[in-house]
């Protein structure tokens, strides 16, 4: 079988500039123009935004609304660093730091939210072991 894997997901944002921001100065994503909106790009892993003025089809049977997303995002280095940087950015963490499993197996993990309300979460793994 060919190899599968996540190319973007999609989040629904009501306020661009405010998304922008926080995902391009919080998150570190490059915000790319589509159509008639935008979607941040993480390197090769991208996320597609419904927001105003846009009209994307097909959409799922039941469309996430603003702030009815859950994500979580790999930070390289490591959790103390994360905590940190979230604050100077005037994030509140919403619990953290925690020992979460994720895809890369066992990782300590923080969770704040964006500016519509979806959960996002921070995850830190051990240089050590593989992932």
């Not at 892993?45 to 049977?61: E, I």
């Not at 469309?63 to 390289?76: E, N, T």
């Not at 959790?79 to 994030?91: C, F, G, M, W």
Request: proline share 7%; hydrophobic share 35%.
């Amino acid at each position: 079988m060919p190899t599968v894997r996540l190319d973007h997901c999609v989040i629904h944002v009501s306020d661009w500039n405010k998304s922008n921001a926080f995902y391009c100065d919080v998150m570190g994503a490059e915000a790319i123009p589509v159509r008639d909106g935008w979607a941040y790009r993480f390197g090769d892993v991208q996320l597609n935004c419904h927001g105003p003025n846009v009209n994307a089809t097909p959409v799922a049977t039941i469309p996430v609304m603003p702030g009815g997303s859950d994500l979580c995002f790999v930070w390289s280095g490591n959790i103390e660093d994360a905590v940190t940087h979230l604050r100077e950015h005037n994030v509140e963490i919403e619990v953290g730091p925690v020992t979460r499993f994720g895809a890369g197996n066992e990782g300590r993990s923080v969770y704040f939210r964006d500016p519509d309300g979806s959960l996002l979460e921070f995850i830190c793994y051990d240089r050590e072991s593989p992932q």
